[in-house]
């Protein structure tokens, strides 16, 4: 054994991540990026890919019913058995997430959209127009966004539409806290008052200079904030607020599972740990895409993986 | 250097009957927070085809200026009273929004660190495209063409190329070459130049400064230089400024002001520049600061640190009353703001 494969042998025994160091170096050296978002983006893209593809890989129809074979246990041809009404569980967990994870994207990407540009314009506007933003935020922050959506939804009645409209309205503050804080950074910075000088407005310069310049944290919020937003969509649903029978997502169908818990636990299982894996891979790329963009800034403190 | 470039000068005579594009009149600036006067009744005035230096040392006044006439002052500072006009209008009467209209198609402005001034998310191409789809209300493709021609007229190598490369991947000579590129794509009148060759090495310096003069011949571009340099001064500028303390101190052509210097302050920034080294190779500095002039509300900015004051033996007189711009020699529109140079001349008549 020469002196460096001592070295690294005492290297290695001294190390008690080993393990998962083996990983990070598979997912560092082949692919280039933190073993977090190398994970969540493979799962997720396959969950993805599995509930665009659904209307044709889906064993049964998800709404014909057999009252003969109601509340089956798992089998070769029920994967998930059946429900109270003889449907189809995993078909039904195939379409739920249709609609569960469509909701969460749309109200997401609504939420960052409309953050993004109050948080730029309160930061650029700064005076009287940002404290009554800011002010805004902190009152909608201090209700419990379940809460509010409640209301709306019992103004305006149950609905996709309310739902994202709701869901909105309650999620957009986070994104623009911490938008107007990154517009504060970015406003300090010389090829801003560059623009200015070449006559920029406003607007083109919220636009094409402040929010390109701020996108990666955005980016990286926006994955972290899914998991919360299918938990809040499932939430609504479970409480009969958001997808109405004979449709429904995975919120709807732990409703429907929770008075059979004790006999068929599966059909609360199964699409609770839909959104749990949904949730966790998306939460993993959101990580990741945090941590990547600090590698270069703090490589002994935040990456556990290769330097 | 020097040599090359000033043979692109143009000629002085015909300089001087050119219309006025910038004219700053009676300007006077101050920071609220501490009631300091950035600038003090200044009038300068920057003809079409005109190089103009305004020199001085850091926290006189020379950024300022350039940032008043943009109206792009820090939080903080405010205008006093004054004007900036632009072809007679005066932009410090003009709304917010109609400055948007003015910045970048007829007052422009260069910086010091041309890198950082680039935004590192767009491709440069993008940005010198800025003001043409601004001002000209052209599409992105539309201005694309402009943006070529633009890219090689600067001397940029490979401009199809180079458009669509960042800040990060241009060295500091093109990055100004870049920002030259966007600060006149709009075609302005005038282009305020903040120290543009600062931050870059000399030869580099050498070339920017080429590039303003031929942009200066081409279009008649009006050119407020501001610069510590003397060596830049000298190289490309046809009159200079001298501000100390806010104010100006000296003003006239530039061979007038950098052969015959008339105010002490002048003078002793000449012999403090690489211009005049001392004879054993050395350079002079002024005895102390410029800070002495802070809160001096009567009298001579320049006379704590004035040795003519003292050998004149006039030091009461720069002490209590402040003297005003006269003329200081037989070249047209040489003027400095000196009582020994007054007394000088009255004692010769």
């Known amino acids: 054994m020469t002196r460096l494969d001592a070295d690294l042998g005492h290297i290695r025994a001294a190390n008690p991540r080993r393990g998962i160091r083996s990983w990070t170096l ?19 893209s396959t969950i ?33 058995g059946t429900d109270q009404l003889g449907r189809d569980v995993f078909t039904r967990v195939l379409y ?3 609609f569960s994870v469509a909701m969460a994207a749309i109200t997401l990407i609504l939420c960052a959209v409309v953050g993004t540009i109050i948080g730029a314009i309160s930061a650029r506007a700064g005076g009287a127009a940002d404290e009554l933003l800011m002010r805004l935020v902190d009152l909608l922050v201090a209700f419990p966004d379940v809460v509010i959506a409640l209301f709306l939804i019992s103004v305006f009645g149950p609905g996709y539409g309310t739902l994202i409209v709701a869901l909105t309205i309650t999620g957009w503050t986070p994104f623009a806290r911490l938008m107007r804080g990154l517009t504060l950074e970015v406003n300090t910075k010389e090829y801003i008052e560059a623009a200015e000088a070449l006559g920029c407005s406003r607007w083109f310069i919220i636009f094409r200079h402040i929010i390109p310049n701020t996108l990666g944290p955005i980016f990286a919020i926006s994955f972290l904030r899914f998991g919360h937003k299918l938990i809040t969509v499932g939430a609504l649903s479970f409480l009969g607020l958001g997808v109405q029978p004979p449709n429904s997502d995975w919120g709807a169908m732990l409703a429907d599972a929770r008075n059979f818990m004790d006999r068929m636990p599966w ?6 740990l839909a959104v749990f894996i949904t949730a966790l891979s998306v939460t993993l790329i959101g990580k990741g895409i945090e941590l990547e963009r600090n590698r270069g800034r703090d490589e002994n403190a935040s990456s556990p993986y290769l330097k | 250097m020097t040599s090359i470039v000033l043979n692109a000068k143009k000629e002085v005579g015909a300089v001087q009957l050119a219309e006025p594009i910038l004219d700053i009149r009676n300007l006077n600036v101050g920071f609220a927070r501490n009631r300091l006067i950035a600038i003090d009744a200044l009038d300068l005035t920057v003809r079409r085809g005109e190089i103009v230096a305004l020199v001085g040392e850091s926290g006189s006044g020379k950024s300022m200026t350039a940032l008043t006439a943009m109206r792009l002052l820090p939080v903080g500072a405010g205008i006093i009273s004054g004007e ?44 010198i495209a800025e003001p043409l789809q601004i001002h000209r209300g052209l599409s992105l493709k539309d201005a694309w063409p402009h943006v070529i021609e633009a890219l090689r007229d600067v001397g940029i190598p490979e401009p199809e190329r180079r458009a669509m490369s960042y800040a990060h991947q241009l060295s500091g000579g093109m990055a100004q070459r870049v920002m030259i590129a966007a600060a006149l ?25 080429k590039l303003l003069v031929r942009k200066r011949d081409e279009a008649s571009l009006a050119v407020l230089l501001i610069t510590h340099d003397l060596m830049v001064v000298s190289a490309i500028a046809d009159r200079v400024a001298v501000m ?16 015959s210097p008339r105010h002490p302050y002048t003078q002793a920034l000449l012999r403090s520049s690489l211009l005049a080294a001392e004879e054993d190779g050395r350079l002079y500095a002024i005895p102390g600061s410029a800070s002495a002039a802070r809160g001096l509300s009567c009298g001579c900015r320049y006379h704590p640190r004035c040795q ?32 020994g140079v007054q007394v000088t001349a009255g004692g010769m008549q």
């Open chain 1, 267 to 272: 059909l609360m299982i199964t699409p609770g």
């Open chain 1, 26 to 44: 598979i997912s560092t050296r082949i692919f280039r990026v933190h073993w977090m978002l190398l994970i969540g983006a493979a799962i997720f």
């Open chain 2, 308 to 339: 003519a004051a003292r050998s004149l033996g006039i030091e009461e007189r720069c002490r209590s009353q402040e003297p005003s711009l006269s003329t200081a020699s037989a070249s047209p529109g040489h003027q400095s703001r000196c009582w």
């Open chain 1, 96 to 98: 739920g997430g249709r």
């Open chain 2, 185 to 209: 794509s709009a075609s302005p009148d005038i282009l305020i130049a903040d120290e543009p060759t600062t931050a870059l090495d000399v030869t580099v310096q050498a070339q920017i400064l």
């Open chain 2, 244 to 259: 100390y303390a806010g104010r100006i101190v000296e003003e006239g052509e530039t061979r007038a002001v950098l052969r």
């Open chain 1, 48 to 80: 993805a890919l599995t509930l665009l593809v659904t209307p044709w890989i889906a064993p049964f129809d998800p709404s014909s019913q057999n009252i003969l074979k109601r509340l089956a246990s798992p089998s070769a041809a029920h994967w998930f």
């Open chain 2, 84 to 127: 900036v006009r632009v072809h007679g209008r005066d932009l410090l009467a003009l709304p917010p929004s109609a400055m948007n209209a003015v910045r970048g198609r007829e007052i422009a402005m260069l910086y010091q660190q041309p890198k950082i001034m680039l935004d590192p998310t767009a491709t440069i191409g993008r940005q």
